[in-house]
């Protein structure tokens, strides 16, 4: 037995914290570097932390039902005060770090948080510019105290002043900790999380303990989760995945998790820890590829060659090995080669050399990309999850990985494909409500617990759900041949010269698409070539660069003709995007998928262009800068023309492989 | 409390009537080149100090003058209650060290060691005790690792931490160099252009350390700087120096509105 907790009698985190503080009080349970080493906390020395952090927090006047907003990367301080948080009945809001100051103002206001919790001074400047304009803002509390000495206002508190208050409050009234725990119930609201939302306003997810524990729970027997397994949390705080995996699981399970030094040190963080349990959304994963591919350009020529033979060997059977399939003997002998030469190695740089499981989710990940982990030996799987359902709807099982499905439902989950085509699903986890937004809401969930997904899906005869694209992108070109975008555009994305893509062709007569080119991949491609460039906008203009993408598009086009279904829907033409898509100019959610309506309305000048004969087209687009500031840019952009399509080829191919 | 006077204030709190090191009449001259011709000004201690200047104008061999590279043929320095010129090691003993226009690193070193080697004088035990890494010698090099962990923190380079400096960009090179400096606990830091060749984001960065470093650590800056606009926002008082010879002394407002460094910067018929 793994997961040996009863979640019926410990069934709020306070209490599991209580559990796990006497049933694995030396064990590790949080770790992070200070001073460049890595410091580990215990389980009874968190749950020391956390008591005395909780009575600070009633002593400064936080009280059940307030709500306690925390921003910034993730620290183990900020998990504290999580707990310490739910410990007195109050509610954590855990919002986007990254977030402008009126985005934050909006979730601030809308959850009526009283007091805040933020990183550093960077935060507390951000909290400070909205507290005068936020009635509910009433204390602040930091954590990092560096640049914080002339900060004197008496409702700024450090860390450490928080936690000498608490002790003190303890001392005083040693009966209140243990009895406001007590007072916890698995109805009781477990966190708040602002959902990014492709479209509007984000919305404020209610869960409550018992929808995520169960849900936690659940997924953690599941899969085998051990309290030796340790995990890095790296992405935001704000999103549920993270309260998931980085939180609710760890103190299910027990095991440690460790807070990477800072953003950036992330990959070398990882190399150092040796995660067993990971998780990364696929632009991650498509990142860490990337940067591989570039390093491999940069090698040497026998290198270069071993590392393309063995991936193709990986390729080929990788992912049979790790399904325990028949899979031949010299296959067999030319991947443990290939293990010593090549894929051990690189697992090792990557920090991937312990995993035992891997998730990937947030959007689907490109077959290609897929394959390419699985082939190096990682357990990666797909699941399918939202906010509303505490993450977990559908998981790959072990031995049953595709990479076009998103899996089977997990424990406790129904799902139903309703008469329209769209996944829907009820479980244990299905959240409470929209914070103040009943109609939201009654949209969202049926009478009884059915949630929408707004995903047009459907479950294959091996009982697996597959997902065809967000619904309402789904749509039909003139000539009737089914466009889904987001398919499309993965296969684009599996370029390592192409970061992002926006393809279109819903009611028009053929699709075009809009490139954001990886700028480190092409830079150093640029680089090698000896072109010179100072900006993104200037390479992205360069006619060499729209050379080696309309290459890469061809190929996709290749690759859609071999389907009957997709035949129809390649690309005909295409630009490259003078700026990147990004979340501060509201183009990406915080979470890094494409706001497609958004980026429709924006750069509609662009998109009528391309289905026009232009071949240029001047464009004027805003940007906006980390600090607020805005300014636009101006620039001229070359429209492609591809070859027209030859469906001819495709049958061919198709006639050649029957 | 204005914005103005609140800065003002908290400057006030800073700077101390205290002078850490005053310049007099200092004559340099490269044969028959003058470079400096009766120089005198002092720094104050914990202000951020500028100098500034067109180019050639001695600014360069001021820095060299204080921390002991060049030899005046007249004029004394008095720093810290003591009159005399210093040898550069002197200087770096007594708690004065400095950044180089022309970055000065080892390229094909770590950040962690190029930051390492600004703890060379902190280090007593000898090269033998060192080699042994043992006892003492061991317990000191944990001690200076523990400080160069500190100024790695307050520059945010623990990415770069294991990184060869040569393969850095240079913006981040200019920060390692400054964490060099950082690394021996100077009382004075001389930063020679230390915004050169940055872009606006890179200058910014740069500000904002600087600013920190006077303000975490209380320690003097006396800092050289072609770009006006930045020396104006980040130094308490500023010096001119326009064909070795020093033109105007004090506030960024005051020395905005004296004509003699309008002409010199804008240039005038002679």
Known sequence: MTVSVDIAKYDTFPKLLRFNANSRAGLPAMREKDLGIWQTWSWAECAEEIRALACGLKALGLDKGDKLAIVGDNRPRLYWAVAAAQSIGAIPVPVYQDMAADELKYVLDHAEVRFAMAEDQEQVDKLLAIAGKSEALQAIIYCNPRGMRHYEQDYIHSYADAVEKGRDYDRANPDFYVQAVDATTGADTSVMAYTSGTTGQPKGVVLSHANILKTAYNAAVWENLQESDNMLAYLPMAWIGDYIFSYAQSYVVGFCVSCPESPETVMTDLRELGPTYFFAPPAIFENLLTTVMIRIEDAGWLKRKMFHYFMAVARRCGPGIADGKAVGLVDRALFGLGNILVIGPLKNILGLSRVRLGYTAGEAIGPDIFNFYRGIGLNLKQLYGSTEAS???????????????????????????????????????????????????????????????????????????????????????????????????????????????????????????????????????????????????????????????????????????????????????????????????????????????????????????????????????????????????????????????????????????? | MTATEEIQSAADQRISDEVLMSVRNIRLSFGGVKALRDVSFDIAKGEIRAIIGPNGAGKTSMLNVINGVYHPQEGTIFYKGKTGLMKPHEAATKGISRTFQNLALFRGMTTLD?????????????????????????????????????????????????????????????????????????????????????????KEDMCRFILDVNDEFGTTICLIEHDMSVVMDISDRVVVLDYGSKIADGTPNEVRANQAVIDAYLGVSH
């Open chain 1, 391 to 658: 993450v977990f709807v559908t998981i790959q099982p072990n031995g049953e990985i595709k990479p076009d499905t998103v899996g089977t439902p997990s424990p406790d989950v129904e799902l139903r494909i309703a008469d329209d085509g769209e996944v829907m699903f009820r479980s244990p986890g299905v959240f409470q409500e929209y914070y103040k937004n009943p109609e939201a809401t009654a949209k969202a969930k049926t009478a009884d617990g059915w949630v929408h997904t707004g995903d047009a899906g459907f479950i294959g005869e091996d009982g697996h759900l597959r997902i065809i694209d967000r619904a309402k992108d789904v749509g039909t070109l003139t000539d009737g041949s089914m466009f889904a975008p987001k398919f499309i555009e993965n296969k684009l994305k599996f370029f390592p010269n192409i970061s992002e893509a926006v393809t279109f062709g819903a009611d028009r007569d053929y699709v075009s698409a809009f490139i954001n080119i990886d700028l480190n991949a092409v830079g150093n491609w640029a680089d090698r070539q000896n072109i010179s460039y100072a900006s993104y906008q200037e390479l992205a203009a360069n006619s060499q660069v729209y050379d080696i993408i309309a290459e890469h598009i061809i190929q996709v086009n290749e690759d859609l003709a071999k389907e009957e279904r997709t035949a129809g829907s390649q690309i005909r033409r295409f630009l490259i995007l003078n700026k990147e898509l990004d979340a501060d100019d509201g183009e990406l959610t915080r979470t890094r998928k494409v706001r497609r309506g958004f980026v429709a309305d924006r750069y509609a000048k662009l998109i009528d262009a391309l289905f026009s004969d232009l071949t240029h087209c001047e464009i004027e687009t805003q940007v906006t800068f980390a600090d607020g500031r805005t300014d636009t840019v101006k620039a001229d952009l070359e429209l492609r023309t591809l070859p027209a399509p030859s469906r001819e080829a495709g049958a061919a191919a198709r006639h050649a492989a029957e």
């Open chain 2, 114 to 202: 190029n930051i390492m080697t600004g703890r060379n004088m902190k280090i007593k035990r000898n090269f033998l005790w060192q080699a042994l890494r043992w006892g003492p010698a061991q317990r000191e090099e944990s001690e200076n690792r523990e400080a160069v962990e500190r100024v790695i923190g307050f520059l945010e380079i623990e990415s770069i931490r294991k990184t060869p400096v040569g393969r850095l960009p240079y913006g981040l090179q200019k920060r390692v160099e400054l964490g060099r400096a950082l690394a021996a606990e100077p009382e004075l830091l001389l930063l020679d252009e230390p915004m050169s060749g940055m872009n606006v984001e890179e």
